[in-house]
């Protein structure tokens, strides 16, 4: 069947191609055949909608394109509604004139007429205006809005397409390729709502993979079309707003990839739009809109011809390369994490305190920590017992913070040493010690160096160490996050927590989120507002910036038995002190409100309380005795997939869920 389905499907777009992409005057040709063509019963489940460009007619005022629409079985989709086309055209660097970045020019708002052929293909007439240049590249965009065909009954999927194509309808001979979209969804997901939130039927715009940010230009283009364009909204939120570090290091979305070719238009082609947006005397956010003052420098050029004659790439000697001034101290950070590195091993003393032994190494060969003593800033040392449950709170846990004088003098046989207090190990995962260690060292230029205030203050690669009593196996921490999917986003120079009170900490092979449980124990830290116990705190920064819709972003599974060792964890704060929560429950309400109301009318927080019996902002001692009563998981059976399934319907039904 589908063999039979990919056949016609072929031959159609074969007979469309065959009369060439390019239309005649004559508004006859392009045309891809008559309705009724062979190809059975139009589509009937919809869900994935794919829209493809087959066809380009030029004729008189007008431009008409063919779209061909089918389902994920490659059946024709018929009765599309909410159907819009945008079109825009490529103007290249230098174009403009001399020294103009590239930049997309919206060409209309929306097309003038879609007709739908009845057999799969629609027609998109354009009409042709006077700012249309037949030499650059055409763009055209597809969004079909979430909703129903025109029965009533079939649903459809919220999609984006596009196509880029020369005027004439054959292959685009150029591109502007400056950002592979895959750096854009490596934090955004392929559907997570990102900034329009509105007439879109589910609720939010999506990023599609293929298709990326090729959407937003439709509106948002380099002309002025939109007060902002994408270039100025990219940067505001990622760099001007302060939003993550890891964005200020241009490498982070801008890669150097084949097909990318303009990748490094940042460096090559400065400009007063481009480099306003990070480098200004300020904001101007009068309009309601945040809009960068450029520099008097910026203002005194008149326009952009000569920017490039001083800010080259690699310098002129006198000013230096745009390459250096943006990227010379992310690649010399880098080249010390990758060259310095360390590993911890703990030992178990009579007393029951552990002592902690750092070995170090440069480029790979082993070194005395002696010999780099004066090159370390801070070496930090957090101990706990109990991987998977921590049973030291945040004031109960080991923490140790060696600078200056403190640092020479731990160092034993060339190995820099922590002892802890004594620690209460106990039985099964409580026979395991764990200790997260972090190490800061001086840098400048990607060398070490006796640290100063004008130093770089470098975090390494951090390393946990565990150890286990006698007879007792090691227990590790249950991990169900990938570190890959954090320096996707944070990128693999990220340094959590480089500041005052902690050393930093870049994650590595020798370290999991997890292990962050040494210091974001059950009882929370310092603030026990924030939920700071490890099991919400992900959960809480990231789902309240928007960054996370779909627990597969950060989760490569779900360990539902790693509940059964957990007990109350601290959820907020009362007049009476801290508030606890049982587990399974203080895991959902880390992304979802307790007041939010379920489908039969209740909050969340009563169903989770009358129905499986859990503790929501209680007493511990109340929280802690119910932690492995609450019965979540006798109707839920969360996957990653859909982390609101439920195996025992018949009890959801008769709970009225």
């Not at 007063?272 to 809009?291: P, T």
């Not at 005395?368 to 017992?385: K, L, Y």
């Not at 020479?408 to 106990?426: C, E, M, N, R, S």
């Not at 998981?633 to 959801?652: R, W």
Request: proline share 3%; with cysteine; aromatic share 6%.
């Amino acid at each position: 069947m589908t063999n039979q389905k990919q056949l016609w499907r072929l031959s159609a777009i074969a007979a469309v191609l065959a009369t060439g992409l390019a239309g005649c005057d004559d508004g006859n040709d392009g045309k891809p055949g008559e309705p009724g063509r062979p190809g059975g019963e139009p589509a009937e489940v919809i869900n994935t909608l794919n829209l493809d460009v087959v066809d380009v007619a030029n004729h008189g005022a007008n431009t008409t394109i063919t779209v061909l629409a089918t389902n994920e079985n490659d059946e024709s989709v018929v009765g599309l509604q909410g159907f819009t086309a945008r079109r825009t055209q490529l103007h290249p660097v230098g174009e403009r004139g001399v020294g103009e970045r590239a930049g997309w020019e919206s060409l209309n708002k929306s097309q003038n007429e879609i007709v739908d052929e009845k057999n799969g293909y629609y027609q998109i007439t354009f009409e042709n205006r006077d700012n249309v240049n037949d030499a650059l590249t055409q763009k055209v965009g597809l969004i079909v809005d979430p909703g129903t065909l025109i029965d009533g009954k079939t649903t459809v999927p919220y999609t984006e397409a596009f196509a880029t194509f020369a005027a004439d309808g054959s292959e685009a001979r150029y591109s502007h390729n400056t950002v592979d979209g895959e750096a854009c969804v490596a934090c955004h997901s392929d559907d997570v709502a990102v900034y329009h939130k509105t007439n879109r039927g589910d609720g939010s715009d999506r990023f599609d993979r293929g298709n990326d940010y090729q959407t937003c230009t439709m509106c948002h283009d380099d002309a002025g079309t939109q007060s902002r364009d994408l270039t100025l909204i990219v940067h505001d939120k990622h760099v001007m707003s302060g939003f993550d570090p890891a964005f200020k290091d241009c490498s982070t979305c801008h890669v150097d990839l084949e097909g990318f070719g303009e990748w490094g238009n940042w460096m090559n082609v400065p400009t007063v739009e481009s480099c306003a947006v990070c480098h200004n005397d300020g904001i101007d956010d009068s309009s309601g809109r945040r809009f960068p003052i450029p520099t008097a420098h910026m203002k005194q050029q008149g326009d952009n011809s000569q920017c490039a004659s001083c800010h080259t790439a690699e310098g002129t000697g006198v000013v230096i390369g745009t390459y250096d001034a943006h990227m010379k101290d992310f690649d010399a950070i880098s080249m010390i994490i990758d060259d310095v590195t360390f590993s911890a091993e703990s030992t178990i003393n009579e007393d029951n305190s552990v002592t902690v032994a750092v070995s170090f190494a440069n480029k790979g060969n082993a070194i005395d920590a002696g010999e780099i003593a004066n090159s370390i800033d801070m070496a930090e040392f957090v101990s706990n017992i109990g991987p998977n449950f921590p049973q030291l709170g945040y004031y109960g846990k080991d923490s140790a913070a060696l600078t200056g004088d403190a640092i020479p003098a731990a160092i034993v046989d060339g190995k820099l040493t922590h002892t802890t207090k004594v620690l209460p190990f106990g039985e099964g995962d409580a026979a395991t010690a764990f200790t997260l260690v972090g190490m800061r060292v001086c840098g400048n230029m990607g060398e070490l160096v006796a640290c100063s205030d004008d130093a770089d203050k470098v975090a390494l690669k951090a390393f946990t160490a565990f150890v286990a009593t006698e007879g007792n196996e090691i227990a590790q921490r249950h991990s169900t996050l990938d570190n890959a999917n954090c320096l996707g986003c944070h990128t693999d120079s990220f340094q959590l927590h480089n500041g005052s009170h902690h050393t930093g900490f870049v994650l590595n092979d020798n370290v999991k989120v997890g292990d962050c449980a040494s210091c974001h124990t059950p009882e929370g830290t310092y603030a026990p507002t924030t939920k700071g116990a490890i099991e919400m705190k992900l959960h809480v920064r990231h789902g309240g910036e928007g960054i996370i819709s779909d627990c597969a972003q950060c989760h490569t599974g779900f360990e539902l038995d790693s509940f059964k060792v957990k007990g109350a964890l601290n959820t907020g704060a009362g007049d009476t002190g801290a508030l606890y929560s049982t587990p399974r429950a203080a895991t959902c309400i880390a992304c979802h409100s307790e007041l939010d109301k379920d489908i039969g009318g209740i909050t969340l927080e009563d169903h989770m309380v009358d129905w499986a019996g859990a503790v929501i902002n209680g007493d511990r001692v109340e929280a802690d005795a119910a932690a492995q009563t609450e019965s979540c998981f006798y109707c839920h059976a969360p996957t990653l997939e859909d982390h609101t399934v439920t195996f025992n319907k018949g009890a959801a039904q008769a709970m009225q869920f």
